[in-house]
C-alpha cells in the first residue's frame, strides 16, 4: 500500500477524488488495486489498447497481487496482455477510482506511462488482441472516459519532449 500511496502522490493527472479514497483505504484497507499502462508511440499519435471481452478496448493493465507493488504488477500486465517488454516512465500517468464490474466495490487504479515504437511486434493473450489506435479516433470502451485522459497525457508527454529538445 504504500508505493500505492507514494505513486498516487506523484501521478500527473487526479481523477474522481483518487487521493481522498486511498487515504479512507488507508485507514480501512480496501482491495483490490489495480494498474494499468497507457503506452503511446514516440510521436504521441497512437495508444495501444487490449480488446477485454467485457469493457471493450482498454489500456493493458489488471489486479495488483497481494505484495506486489503496483508499478511492478503494471509492468506484469503489459507483458502478459501485449508481449512488450518496456521500462516505465518515471511519473505515474494518473490515479483515478472506478468500479470494474457491477458487484466489486470501487478500486484504487494506477495509470503508468510507456513510449513504445509501433514497430515492436505485439503477443498477449489468447482472445485478448493488442492493437494500436490514433489517439484522435474513437474506441469502444465502458470508460469512455479515458479516451480525454490518456489524449490529454500524451499531449503533455509530448509538450515535456519538446521543451526537453530545445
Do not use: C
Not at 514516440?42 to 469493457?55: C, M, Q, S
Not at 479516451?147 to 508527454?157: K, M, P, V
Amino acid at each position: 500500500m504504500d508505493e500505492a500511496v507514494a505513486d498516487a502522490r506523484l501521478a500527473a493527472w487526479e481523477f474522481d477524488g483518487a487521493r481522498a479514497w486511498l487515504e479512507e483505504a488507508r485507514r480501512h484497507p480496501m482491495e483490490p488495486l489495480a494498474a494499468e499502462v497507457w503506452v503511446t508511440d514516440p510521436a504521441f499519435e497512437h495508444v495501444l489498447l487490449v480488446k477485454h471481452r467485457v469493457r471493450g478496448w482498454v489500456p493493458p493493465g489488471g489486479k495488483v497481487e497481494p505484495g506486489e507493488a503496483p508499478r511492478a504488477a503494471a509492468v506484469r500486465e503489459l507483458l502478459e496482455e501485449t508481449g512488450l517488454r518496456s521500462d516505465l516512465l518515471p511519473e505515474p500517468a494518473a490515479v483515478a477510482v472506478r468500479s470494474y464490474r457491477a458487484d466489486w466495490s470501487p478500486t484504487l487504479g494506477l495509470s503508468y506511462a510507456a513510449v513504445v515504437g509501433r514497430d515492436v511486434p505485439l503477443a498477449g493473450e489468447q482472445n485478448q488482441p493488442a492493437a494500436w489506435f490514433r489517439l484522435d479516433a474513437d474506441w469502444d470502451s465502458v470508460f469512455p472516459e479515458d479516451r480525454e485522459r490518456i489524449r490529454a497525457h500524451a499531449r503533455r508527454l509530448a509538450a515535456d519532449r519538446a521543451v526537453g529538445s530545445r
